[in-house]
T-cell receptor, first 111, second 111 residues
Framework: DAKTTQPPSMDCAEGRAANLPCNHS???????VYWYRQIHSQGPQYIIH???NNETNEMASLIITEDRKSSTLILPHATLRDTAVYYC????????????FGAGTTVTVRA | EPEVTQTPSHQVTQMGQEVILRCVPI?????FYWYRQILGQKVEFLVS????????KSEIFDDQFSVERPDGSNFTLKIRSTKLEDSAMYFC?????????FGSGTQLSVL
């Protein structure tokens, strides 16, 4: 799996958009970008994934650069409940493939 | 919404004792996983399981560990002789469509 680089932490004001960057310069053509989050020792939660097009769902938007070497997860209106560790993971899309979690970005949403 | 359920939520055991952690994956999922997270550390992959056999395991998953799907719904992780360093949060997961769905975890404390 391609290696990812994320900032260790970031703060965000409640109600504002949170933009979480991720670098994955060694990503290969058939690897997807996945985002998960972990809220205070709960099980990790799937957020969104994409290959090369931008993606949006009810939780977030994923913007992938044209060269696919980096991406940004956008939480459009952050709430206090979005305080969590966010993991950017690059992997092949398969039913049977382990996830390799890094340290992620600790996002703190402040009132 | 279907979810992965884990029991018990907390387990305290004496060093050297056997423990069994239980999980009920999402019913139509075919791939199952165990992960663990030692306090303050990364989420670590232990093992993946498909078609009643282990498909991949990490270096952590040594002979003290075993997994089983004893019936059509349960998926268990057994630690034969627990060590102090086995104290961690253990997460079960199942997958579909390339997404992993995690349970809320079992906090194992080895005394």
């Amino acid at each position: 799996d391609a290696k990812t680089t994320q900032p260790p932490s970031m703060d965000c004001a409640e109600g504002r958009a949170a933009n979480l960057p991720c670098n994955h310069s060694t990503i290969s053509g058939n690897e997807y970008v996945y985002w998960y989050r972990q809220i205070h020792s709960q099980g990790p939660q799937y957020i969104i994934h994409g290959l090369k097009n931008n993606e949006t769902n009810e939780m977030a938007s994923l913007i992938i650069t044209e060269d696919r070497k980096s991406s940004t997860l956008i939480l459009p209106h952050a709430t206090l409940r979005d305080t969590a560790v966010y993991y950017c993971i690059v992997r092949l899309r398969s039913n049977d493939y382990k996830l390799s979690f890094g340290a992620g970005t600790t996002v703190t949403v402040r009132a | 919404e279907p979810e992965v359920t884990q029991t018990p939520s907390h387990q305290v055991t004496q060093m050297g004792q056997e423990v069994i952690l239980r999980c009920v994956p999402i019913s139509n999922h075919l791939y199952f996983y165990w992960y663990r997270q030692i306090l303050g550390q990364k989420v670590e992959f232990l093992v993946s399981f498909y078609n009643n056999e282990i498909s991949e395991k990490s270096e952590i998953f040594d002979d003290q560990f075993s997994v089983e799907r004893p019936d059509g719904s349960n998926f268990t992780l057994k630690i034969r002789s627990t060590k102090l360093e086995d104290s961690a949060m253990y997460f079960c997961a199942s997958s579909s469509g390339g997404k992993l769905f995690f349970g809320s975890g079992t906090q194992l404390s080895v005394l």
